[in-house]
């Protein structure tokens, strides 16, 4: 795919939703980072009903803390891998006390040293929280990227580094949050809605269906 067809692509994306944003419901940094690590195998919807209940009663490092692994599971035990993701939170909550004075360091390196946060998640919040061109990569995109023909790769590393490369730069910003979006409404896993795609034409996907 050349570079005119990918810039069209995402004016046109951006012409369809001139403000893109996560799905996820939050009103601070910790409180995306939270969201984004309990969101792991699990839809958006499951994760903001559960932080819907858990966010008013313990939004902070320390509020959470104090709940510990047993009271934290008694709010998120709809959501997928609950145990594991309890642990791993109130983990985390701890380290943003002792090694960040409370905050979510805008740094690669010390988000992905925090459990239950990967590269993924990570990419998440510098780009949402923090505004940085990151590109965060899940099946949504993985699936977009490599259908359409925007950047193929082998694995979500491959196509992450390959986004960032070849995604025009006024568009890197929001490329993410798009890219999921066209994803999980549109172009989705069993049968993507071709015949409603914005970007049809510019898709080199051989498979393309009529509805």
Known sequence: MNKEKRTEIFRRLREHNPNPTTELEYTSTFELLIAVILSAQATDVSVNKATAKLYPVANTPAKILKLGVEGLKQYIKTIGLFNSKAENVIKTCQILLEQHGGEVPCDRAALEALPGVGR????????TAFGLPTMAVDTHIFRVANRTGIAPGKNVLEVEKK?????????????????????????????????????EDLCEFKGKTED
């Open 120 to 127: 993924k998640t990570a990419n998440v919040v510098l780009n």
């Open 163 to 199: 986004l960032l490369k070849h995604v025009p730069a006024e568009y890197l910003q929001d490329a993410h949050h798009w890219l999921i979006l066209h994803g999980r409404y549109v172009c989705v896993a069993r049968k993507p809605k071709c015949g409603s795609c914005a970007i």
